[in-house]
């Protein structure tokens, strides 16, 4: 049963245009969220968080929105740059448990 | 500051064989996290060590796999007796204690023939 799940599997986007990558999660437990990014071949790299008691979390270009009663979150990219060109994975955790639960990527192509 | 470092980089075990993968946590983490990524899936957890200490390990299988992470040296991740369906990435991910955030290594890929 998936915990984590990134409903689409693939997203394109032009350069310079904003990126949304979604993320639903059903565990009401988890109240931190992660998001890395992977390029093939490489490990995930961390790109930014956001704790359950907050509904916003930005940097630089990125900026992601947690909405707690609809179990979901989103990473936004702004503007969306070719080098973006990777799997984005969504990650949750329980405070104090500090194993992380991973969906399964999404694959975002920005083309110039 | 060297990042999270994994060896080797690629493993080709034959069935039956035994595989070692190795980790180094980044300078400073005491907490060290096994991951495996198979073909079109997301990383699943398997386990968790701090130093000489097995604090989580419901990810893992309960036959062939083992793990630890040792007082002096790497942590390292045994499959013993590998099957086909070993084949994955395994990654290794660390962290400082208390914190929420893992810096994982460029994994280690088993391909098992």
């Known amino acids: 049963d998936q915990q984590v799940k990134q409903n689409s599997p693939s997203l394109s986007v032009q350069e310079g245009r904003i990126s949304i990558l979604n993320c639903d999660y059903t565990?009401?437990?988890?109240?931190?969220f992660l998001w890395y990014k992977k390029y093939p071949a490489e490990g995930p790299t961390f790109l930014i968080s956001i704790s359950s008691i907050k509904d916003k979390n930005e940097d630089g270009r990125f900026t992601v929105f947690l909405n707690k009663s609809a179990k979901h979150l989103s990473l936004h990219i702004v503007p969306s740059q070719p080098g973006d060109s990777a799997v984005y994975f969504c990650a949750a955790s329980v405070t104090g448990y500090s194993t992380l639960t991973f969906g399964k990527g999404t694959m975002l192509l920005v083309s110039p | 500051n060297a990042g999270v470092m994994q060896n080797p980089r690629h493993l080709v075990r034959r069935r039956g064989q035994e595989a070692r993968l190795r980790c180094s946590p980044m300078k400073g983490h005491s907490h060290v996290y096994w991951y495996r990524q198979l073909p079109e899936e997301g990383l699943k957890f398997m386990v968790y060590l701090q130093k000489e200490n097995i604090i989580d390990e419901s990810g893992m299988p309960k036959e062939r796999f083992s793990a630890e992470f040792p007082k002096e040296g790497p942590s390292i991740l045994r499959i013993q007796q590998v099957v086909r369906g070993d084949s994955a990435a395994y990654f290794c991910?660390?962290?400082?204690?208390?914190?929420?955030?893992?810096?994982f290594g460029p994994g280690t890929r088993l391909t098992v023939t």
């Open positions: 565990n009401s437990m988890f109240d931190y």
């Open positions: 991910a660390s962290s400082p204690p208390m914190v929420a955030e893992q810096y």
